[in-house]
């Protein structure tokens, strides 16, 4: 998590709200890539109740300092629908509140948080759950920080560091530890720990290619050609793409 990033994208709200909502959707992603249902969903749970306490004490002028659960999640998320879109903006008191009721669900009666519950967790529910966080969390970058949708879309995609195992970060560098893979791999990898840009130079030291020019046009090269990566040889910048990203989880992961 970048907390000069996210305190400037959430500017407005107490430190710990602000790092209890990033902390818990973090959690959502992590858990989710690795594959472990149950806490993506449990996590899902959380999340609703930071995110309730952000938006009743936007709609109060008093945030607390900490999220807390309220009594009854549907009931509070329809008592901030009651306050009307015409005194409030309907983001926040109608269409979040919405989608936190049915993320809440999940959480609750689906077999989630509960032994014996009539449907196990699985992979159809965390999609859901993820799915709804990032939209919630996009949607409040948005309206917090007067950005646009795909301006808090790509802002998520900033804040959030990927756990790669593999990855070691030791005295201003990184190192893939799976030695095996090819160079190729490993910048993928790479850059799929990264979750934003990165800069070609830094890719060709990490990997510690000899030849920055043949890493440049056989590596990176042919991998914008496959479509893994989108590179930018004018800024050096190189991106992850969604094909990428689904061939490190499918095949490196």
Known sequence: MTAAVSSTLLAQLPDGLRGELLDRYSEIERNFRERRWEPSELNGGKFCEVVYSILNGYVSSNYPNRASKPANMADACRALERLGATNYPRSIVIQIPRMLIGLYEIRSNRGVGHVGGDVD????????????????????????????????????????????????????????????????????????????????????????????????????????????????????????SPVGVKFVEDKLL
């Open 121 to 240: 967790p699985n992979e159809m529910d965390a999609v859901a759950v993820l799915s709804a966080a990032k939209w919630i969390l996009a949607e409040l970058i948005r309206f917090f920080h007067g950005v646009s949708t795909q301006q808090a879309t790509d802002a998520i995609s900033a804040l959030v560091q990927r756990t790669v195992p593999e990855i070691w970060e030791v005295a201003n560098t990184k190192r893939v530890l799976r030695t095996s893979l090819s160079t190729r791999d490993q910048t993928l990898l790479l850059l799929y720990h990264e979750a934003g840009a990165s800069k070609d130079s830094d890719l060709c030291k990490w990997v510690e290619y000899s030849n920055p020019s043949l890493f440049r046009s056989r590596i990176l090269g042919q991998a914008h050609d496959a479509r893994y990566v989108e590179y930018d040889r004018k800024s050096g910048m190189v991106h992850l």
